[in-house]
């Protein structure tokens, strides 16, 4: 069973969260989610939905999911020997994204990415901000540069999305590709017929 952690903070895009979550969920996966405190206020705001009734709301799945306190650095999550697959932080704001590039881990949710750089673990960012200053831009490199996964949830039009839950779902899709866990919500492009 893959272990996975979700990462959410307070950037606007909570729907990307919810979906991906929900994505897993029909796989085998132990799923560890840790937010914020605007990353749940945030959350609740766009969905409509606490996480926690989110979470309550899936019922009986294929994962397991634990929600962590953003607070408890002795959490499993905060070592590297607890052996987790990939962390995906979803969405991203830029205050989290300059924190992690400067090994600023002061909660779980920064220490877990801090972990992921250096045990060279498989770290995804899905960052949230536009247009995008130089110093978001070099944050980012310096991600990067250390082994981090930059993907800006960019809709492939390709696929003729139509909703916005396809677009949404096609984005949640690849980070799932990107995982590792094969699923039907993203198509390879397969060339023009």
């Avoid at 996975?4 to 897993?24: D, E, F, R």
């Avoid at 840790?34 to 749940?40: A, I, K, S, Y």
């Avoid at 020997?81 to 205050?95: E, H, K, N, Q, R």
Wanted: hydrophobic share 40%.
């Amino acid at each position: 069973m893959k272990k996975i952690i979700i990462g959410i903070t307070g950037a606007s895009g909570s729907i990307l969260a919810q979906y991906l979550i929900t994505g897993l969920s029909e796989y085998p996966v132990a799923c560890h989610c840790v937010l914020t405190g605007n990353g749940e206020r945030v959350f609740e705001y766009e969905t409509g939905l606490s996480f926690d009734n989110y979470l309550k709301s899936l019922g009986e799945t294929n994962s397991t999911i634990i929600k962590h306190d953003n607070d408890n650095l002795f959490a499993p999550i905060a070592s590297g020997s607890y052996g987790f697959d990939a962390m995906v932080i979803i969405p991203c704001s830029m205050g989290s994204l300059a924190k992690i590039a400067h090994g600023y881990a002061d909660s779980l949710l920064l220490r877990a990415a801090d972990v992921c750089i250096k045990e060279k673990l498989q770290l995804i960012v899905i960052p949230r901000e536009t247009p995008l200053s130089a110093i978001h831009l070099r944050n980012m490199l310096t991600l990067s540069d250390a082994g981090v996964t930059i993907m800006p949830p960019m809709p492939a039009y390709y696929q003729h999305p139509t909703t916005l839950s396809d677009i949404t779902w096609l984005t949640v899709g690849r980070i799932m590709e990107k995982i590792g866990i094969s699923n039907d919500y993203h198509q390879t492009w397969q060339g023009a017929k």
